[in-house]
Nanobody, 116 residues
Framework: QVQLVESGGGLVQPGGSLRLSCAAS????????MGWYRQAPGKQRELVAT???????GYADSVKGRFTISRDNAQNAVYLQMNSLRPEDTAVYYC??????????WGQGTQVTVSS
């Protein structure tokens, strides 16, 4: 069993930056693939970025070059550095853990709003 708690969301102007954090507890964090997903109002949840236990990363085309995912196994944490934010990045961002993409465990989400 894994518990995930996101933090770091908020309101930011276009072009600004935010860093999301996800704290994990309850199991052996280092073996899990981790990911960030987002869901905007009226839209389906979508994959944003993933990182494997060996730190291989993957990104949605819409965020490549702007977002960076990282993990700290010693701290049981995964991060999403978001730069050059756009209004279309506005969504609830969810942390995810499992054996691959769209894993079994989800956090409660953190709201990111990009607006002037």
């Amino acid at each position: 069993q894994v518990q995930l708690v996101e933090s770091g969301g908020g309101l930011v102007q276009p072009g600004g930056s935010l860093r999301l954090s996800c704290a994990a507890s309850g199991s052996i964090f280092s073996i899990y693939a981790m990911g960030w997903y987002r869901q905007a109002p009226g839209k389906q949840r979508e994959l944003v970025a993933t990182i494997t236990s060996s730190r291989s990363t993957g990104y949605a085309d819409s965020v490549k070059g702007r977002f960076t995912i990282s993990r700290d196994n010693a701290q049981n944490a995964v991060y999403l550095q978001m730069n050059s934010l756009r209004p279309e990045d506005t969504a609830v961002y969810y942390c995810n853990a499992g054996s691959g993409n769209w894993g079994k465990y989800w956090g409660q989400g953190t709201q990111v709003t990009v607006s002037s």
